[in-house]
């Protein structure tokens, strides 16, 4: 019998779980199963499946218990922002909606008209996006306000099914920090903006990334057994810093995948006007301090083009995207990759033209310069934010750290060890999952302090190192290209 912890990684695409042991004072991980995330759309408006991806978490709980695992504990990370609504008698009101849905109203700048920029930010200094919890919110009081009169609760993605497994309602702080009605300095819910906007008594409490919240329920699942259920860091971006090993002070910390989520790690959220003129997120991690980052498209553009290319999204189609764009000639053209035309276009390949356009006034020819494009678009990025983080936080960065499955994109890694002139190290790919892991170790007593964590995984995993090859000639293309 194997004594095993299981994360949940649920990602706009998919799920993974991955049970977690301890061996020869290791973090041995073994994959248990994967699962889609299929969006259903429905007039027009795009729900998360929740009921489909509950009972495949159940499914994996079953499939670990079936391949010989004694579960000790449980614990689920997802995307941000995004929740689903309980009525007084603690059914489930709707299919929670997909945050994309939210670049197509207004609603977020109706609320800036309403209060003012500068007063949301003074009261939770967080990144400005149209998706954010709170936009969410006003948007069901405009468009469905009767959801909202019989909602007793509101539970976001993770906390849901620790619902459903458990019965206990919670939230942990790592995921409160996305919403934009948690007040980073008070670090609890922020009464003006509950009262200005209007927002029914539904938040549910904030408890600590990395508290035991309940044990599954008798019956739910197939073998009876006592498994905890954990909160860990319940934001998929904070379990991904979770499993970051380099120093915290003067690295450059990126979770690579759908988003490239770069920023650094500060004690406490700096007063700052910069933060909110430079839209730079401030959300929370395991061990109590905040991620000052900003959220840039990342491999959504490639999964886009695969979408407009017809093509299987498989590791042999990325791989032959790749070779594609290597092949390409450099610096063909420019984009600004966090356009909001890119976040949900019909056509990706078409998208990315227009905005190299509008950019650079540079035509794109081929879909081989379309994917070097996009990665170096990716890249000029990054660097961007290093430069504003390094004038705003006052860090000299040494370092860029990397974590996620977009860390299997070797060009795209050189690419930004190139725009920015820094080592790029990357690992673990499955750093979400990681995170999620020792956030589960740490709530049971097994790993007592965030050093531990920090030694067990620099034991546990190998790392692959990118040096700059020509950060100059990065530096003058960006130059010339955004002239």
């Not at 290791?26 to 429905?42: A, D, G, S, T």
């Not at 109203?105 to 920029?117: D, F, P, R, S, W």
């Not at 905040?290 to 840039?296: D, G, M, V």
């Not at 083009?305 to 791989?319: C, F, H, K």
Request: proline share 4%.
């Amino acid at each position: 019998m194997k004594y095993v912890n299981l994360a949940v990684d649920l990602g706009a695409s998919g799920g993974k779980v991955f049970a977690g042991t301890l061996q020869n004072d290791k973090l041995v991980l073994q994959e248990v199963n994967r699962f889609p995330n299929n969006v259903v759309e429905i007039n027009g408006v795009s729900f998360w499946d929740i009921l489909y991806l509950y009972n495949n978490i159940l499914n994996s709980v079953n499939i670990a218990q079936n391949n010989g695992f004694e579960v000790l504990s449980l614990g689920i990370d997802s995307w941000g922002v995004d929740f689903g609504l309980l009525n007084k008698n603690r059914f489930l009101i709707n299919n929670p909606i997909h945050y994309r849905n939210m670049f197509k109203t207004n609603i977020m700048q109706e609320a800036i008209e309403k209060v003012g920029k500068q007063w949301i930010y003074e009261h939770s200094p967080t990144q400005f996006q149209p998706f954010n919890t709170l936009y969410q919110i006003l948007a069901y009081k405009k468009y469905a306000p009767d959801f909202l009169e019989i909602s007793k609760d509101l539970l976001t993605i993770p906390s849901l099914f620790n619902y459903f497994l458990t019965g206990e309602k919670a939230i942990d702080f790592t995921m409160a920090t996305t919403t934009q009605i948690y007040n980073h300095r008070k670090r609890s819910w922020d009464e003006e903006i509950i009262k200005r906007f209007e927002i029914p008594d539904i938040l549910p409490k904030i408890l600590p990334a990395g508290t035991k919240i309940g044990k599954i329920k008798k019956g739910i699942i197939n073998k009876n057994s006592e498994i905890e259920v954990v909160l860990p860091a319940s934001h998929d971006t904070g379990s991904a810093f979770a499993a970051i090993s380099s120093d915290p002070k003067d690295t450059l910390f990126i979770s690579l995948g759908t988003w490239c989520l770069t920023g650094a790690i500060v004690d406490e959220v700096p007063i700052s006007k910069e933060l909110m003129e430079n839209n730079l997120a401030a959300e929370g991690c395991l061990d109590g301090s905040y991620r000052i980052l900003a959220n840039i498209t990342g491999m959504w553009l490639i999964q886009g083009i695969i979408q407009s290319l017809n093509l299987p999204d498989n590791n042999e189609t990325y791989d032959k995207i790749t070779k594609m764009a290597k092949e390409a000639k450099p610096f063909t053209s420019y984009i600004n990759v966090d356009d909001a035309s890119l976040q949900n276009p019909d056509d990706m390949i078409k998208a990315i033209k227009e905005q190299s356009i509008k950019d650079s006034k540079l035509e794109l020819k081929d879909t081989s310069e379309v994917i070097r494009t996009a990665l170096e678009g990716i890249a000029f990025r990054v660097n961007e934010t290093k430069e504003k983080l390094e004038k705003i936080l006052k860090i000299n960065f040494k370092r860029v750290h990397a974590v996620g499955g977009g860390t299997r994109n070797k060009l795209l890694c050189q690419f930004i060890s190139d725009a920015t002139g820094l080592e790029v190290i990357t690992g673990p790919v499955e750093g979400t999952a990681v995170g999620n892991l020792v956030s589960q170790l740490y709530a049971l007593g097994t790993l007592k302090s965030f050093e531990e964590i920090r030694d067990l995984i620099k034991r546990s995993f190998q790392f692959q190192t990118y040096e700059p090859e020509n950060p100059k000639l990065w530096k003058e293309a960006f130059r010339k290209l955004k002239m």
